[in-house]
């Protein structure tokens, strides 16, 4: 079986959203590419949470062994004190 993603048509045509899917469940998003979305509403957190997938890649993919508590306290300092990913932040910058 086949799939049409060959044709740039099917593409775009998976790629149109309306007002009933225009949000972070019902598009295409990896934990990588969330980071250069063009949604701005409700997913700040979630952004920055891929900013920092997006650096833990960049530092691999550099051959770079370490990466920079300096960065994760830049993206850390973007989210609010009492949510979630302020937790999981705190819990990365304690390794």
């Known amino acids: 079986v086949r799939t ?25 998003f990896t934990i990588f590419t969330l980071a250069d979305s063009d949604i701005g509403y409700g997913i700040a957190q979630y952004r920055i949470g891929s900013q920092l997938f997006q650096s833990v890649a960049h ?13 994760v306290q830049s993206l850390a300092s973007k989210l609010p004190a009492d949510s979630t990913m302020a937790r999981h932040f705190n819990a990365i910058e304690a390794l």
């Open 4 to 28: 049409k993603f060959h044709r740039a048509s099917t593409y775009l045509r998976c790629r149109s959203f309306n007002e009933f899917t225009n949000d972070i469940v019902s598009r295409p």
């Open 59 to 71: 530092a691999i993919f550099t051959g770079v062994q370490t990466l920079a508590k300096t960065r």
